[in-house]
T-cell receptor, first 111, second 115 residues
Framework: EDQVTQSPEALRLQEGESSSLNCSYT??????LFWYRQDPGKGPEFLFTLYSAGEEKEKERLKATLTKKESFLHITAPKPEDSATYLCAVQAKQAGTALIFGKGTTLSVSS | DAGVIQSPRHEVTEMGQEVTLRCKPI?????LFWYRQTMMRGLELLIY????????DSGMPEDRFSAKMPNASFSTLKIQPSEPRDSAVYFC?????????????FGPGTRLTVT
């Protein structure tokens, strides 16, 4: 069964304190791995797509990496506005276009 | 671009009533997805359409749920009759499949409360 597990469930950081969020997955042939950001009361906002092991994508203070079993979302020198829930999702080659989401990591950054 | 539009944003109804949620996807997108989000189960795919045709409805919880996409710019998700356990946030997302791109863009969601 295709599955996505994110850790930790919640993470509290001080402003400027870098850290990483983990997304472990099991899927029968990965088509793509997706990272989304979700603010309270809003829909998920697309951040990155990663397609193959070794691939990296960056956007401002965020950097996503991918291996054959997991993905990391690295947050460098976070600011309070980076506080949100970060969702990871995978798309299996044999599952059409459906995404399977993890339950997310809720990040809180205090100044 | 207006993004994915959903209505209503909030819906409060009594058990047994019919509820209809509406979605307008991003213009030009050819795939549309309905998700449900709860604290316990996270984001779950209910059904998705490709070129207005339902492709996979295996996530639809029961026969009380139905979805339609009469044209490329409109979709509905209907619950009849509604039950308290249907309370959740329902999201619509759209995507342009092809050219190796598969990211989905979400609407703001409809928060449904069934009393």
């Amino acid at each position: 069964e295709d599955q996505v597990t994110q850790s930790p469930e919640a993470l509290r950081l001080q402003e400027g304190e870098s850290s990483s969020l983990n997304c472990s997955y099991t899927v029968s042939g990965l088509r793509g791995l997706f990272w989304y950001r979700q603010d309270p009361g809003k829909g998920p906002e697309f951040l990155f797509t990663l397609y193959s092991a070794g691939e990296e994508k960056e956007k401002e203070r965020l950097k996503a990496t991918l291996t054959k079993k997991e993905s990391f979302l690295h947050i460098t020198a976070p600011k309070p506005e980076d506080s949100a829930t970060y969702l990871c999702a995978v798309q299996a080659k044999q599952a059409g276009t459906a995404l399977i989401f993890g339950k997310g990591t809720t990040l809180s950054v205090s100044s | 671009d207006a993004g994915v539009i959903q209505s209503p944003r909030h819906e409060v109804t009594e058990m047994g009533q019919e509820v209809t949620l509406r979605c307008k996807p991003i213009s030009g997108h050819n795939s549309l997805f309905w998700y449900r989000q709860t604290m316990m189960r996270g984001l779950e795919l209910l059904i998705y359409f490709n070129n207005n045709v339902p492709i996979d409805d295996s996530g639809m919880p029961e026969d009380r749920f139905s979805a339609k996409m009469p044209n490329a710019s409109f979709s509905t998700l209907k619950i009849q009759p509604s039950e308290p356990r249907d309370s959740a946030v329902y999201f619509c997302a759209s995507s342009l499949m092809g050219l190796g791109r598969h990211e989905q863009y979400f609407g703001p969601g409809t928060r449904l409360t069934v009393t």
